[in-house]
C-alpha cells in the first residue's frame, strides 16, 4: 500500500516526521507523499525529516491564531482549519493521487489543533477524493491533565466519523514511568512508526514477491470496517548466517513437501506473542470484526505452514473467520516481524474510562466557571453595592 501521509498539529507532526524518517531507514516506500499541517509556526520548524515546502503553517490571517497556535482549544482548531482548508487543498494538488492507495491522516487528540482540525480534513478528502481515508489518533495519558483529557473524549467521535478506520494508540498504555516527556513521546513515536509500516507497506512490490505476499487491498478490506482499531507487534533477531547452511534440499518451500518447522513456529510463536502482548489501544479482541496478519522480513525466514498455523490462532482468539494473513519480503531486513490489526473493535475499557473522566472534567468546569463569575463579583463591588460606577 502506498499513502498520501498527513501529520496535523504537533503530535501529528512529530509522528509523520518518524514514520517519513523509519521509512527511509528501512528502505521501505509507503509514502508516496507528506504533509504537515499546523497553525504554530515554532512546531513546524522542529520537524526534522519532511521537507520545509510540505509543512503547511494555517491561521496566519485569523486574529485568535496568527501563527502562534491555537492555545490548546479545539473549536479554534477546527474553525482555523475550515478558513484554511484551501491551502492544504493547493498542497495537495502536487501529489500523484494515481498512484495514492489511501489517505492516512495523523493527529493527537489531547491538544486542539489536531484534535480540532484533523476530522475537519478528513471529511473533506473523503468528499474530494475516491481513495480511502484513515486516521491514527493519539489518546494523551493520564498526566497531561484534565483538558487534554476533556479535548480527546470530545475529538474521539468526530474522528472515527470522519475516517474509514481511527488507528488509536494510547499514550496511557505506554508512557514508562521512567520516561522523560521528551523522551517518553519520541520513543512511543518509533513504536509508532514501526506497526504503521510493517502494516501498510504490505502488499509493495519491492526486490522479491512471496506466494503469500499481502495485496493494498487486504489491507483495505480489513479497515474497511469502520469504527476503531487496534495494532499487535512483534519482532525477533535473525541470524544470516544460517543461510548457507541450510541448503537447498534442506527447506523446500510451497511446493507440497515439508517446509522447516523451526520458522513455522517461529511464525505462529510471533503472532500469538504480539496479539497477547501490548496492543497500540488496549482492546478485546474478541470484540473485533476482522482481522489482518502481515509477517515482515527476508523471505528466506517465512513460513507458509507458520503463517496458515497463526491465521487459524487468530481466528478461534477473536471468534471470526474473517482473518486474513500474509507475508511483506523484506530483504535487507534484520528482524523477523509481525503485524496484526484487530479492525472495528468494540469492548474498549480505555475509552469508557476516558469518557467517563472527561464528563467528570466537564462537570469541575462549569462549577468552577459559575464559582469564578460570582468571586469576580464580589471582587468588583462594594458589599452593599453603594458605589455608583463610572
Known sequence: ??????????????????????????????????????????????????????????????????????????????????????????????????????FLVVAGLGGGTGSGGAPVLCEKLQDTYEEPVYGLGVLPSSDEGGRATYNAARAFPSFVEATENLIVFDNDAWRGHADSVGGGYDRTNREIAKRIETLLSAGNVGEEISENAMDASDVRRTLGTGGVSSIAYAETGIDRSTY??????????????????????????????????????????????????????????????????????????????????GDSPTPSADVLSVAVIVSNVTEVERI?????????????VEKQREAREQEIEDLITDDNDEISPV
Not at 516526521?17 to 504533509?35: I, N, T
Not at 470484540?287 to 487459524?312: C, N, Y
Not at 476516558?354 to 466537564?362: E, F, G, N, T, V
Request: hydrophobic share 40%; glycine share 8%.
Open 244 to 325: 548457507e547452511s541450510r541448503g537447498f534440499l534442506n527447506r523446500f518451500r510451497s511446493n507440497g513437501v515439508e517446509e522447516d518447522s523451526d520458522s513455522a513456529k517461529k511464525i505462529s510463536g510471533l503472532v500469538r506473542q504480539a496479539v497477547q502482548s501490548r496492543l497500540t489501544l488496549p482492546a478485546s479482541v474478541d470484540s473485533a470484526e476482522r482481522s489482518l496478519i502481515v509477517v515482515s522480513g527476508p523471505a528466506e525466514e517465512f513460513s507458509r505452514k507458520g503463517l496458515e498455523s497463526a491465521r487459524r490462532w487468530v481466528e478461534e482468539r477473536t471468534d471470526s473467520i474473517e482473518v486474513l494473513a
Open 352 to 364: 469508557d474510562r476516558l469518557q467517563s473522566q472527561a464528563l467528570d472534567a466537564q462537570a469541575n
Open 1 to 102: 500500500m502506498k499513502i498520501a501521509l498527513i501529520g496535523f498539529g504537533n503530535a501529528g507532526g512529530k509522528i509523520a516526521d518518524e514514520l517519513f524518517e523509519y521509512q527511509l531507514d528501512s528502505d521501505r516506500e509507503l509514502c508516496r507523499a507528506v504533509l504537515a499541517v499546523n497553525t504554530a509556526q515554532t512546531d513546524l520548524a522542529k520537524l526534522d525529516r519532511i521537507p520545509e515546502e510540505d509543512r503547511i503553517l494555517i491561521g496566519q490571517t485569523d486574529g485568535r491564531a496568527k501563527g502562534h497556535g491555537v492555545g490548546a482549544d479545539p473549536d479554534l482548531g477546527a474553525a482555523v482549519t475550515r478558513q484554511d482548508l484551501h491551502e492544504i487543498e493547493n498542497a495537495l494538488a502536487e501529489v500523484p493521487i494515481y498512484d495514492v492507495d489511501a
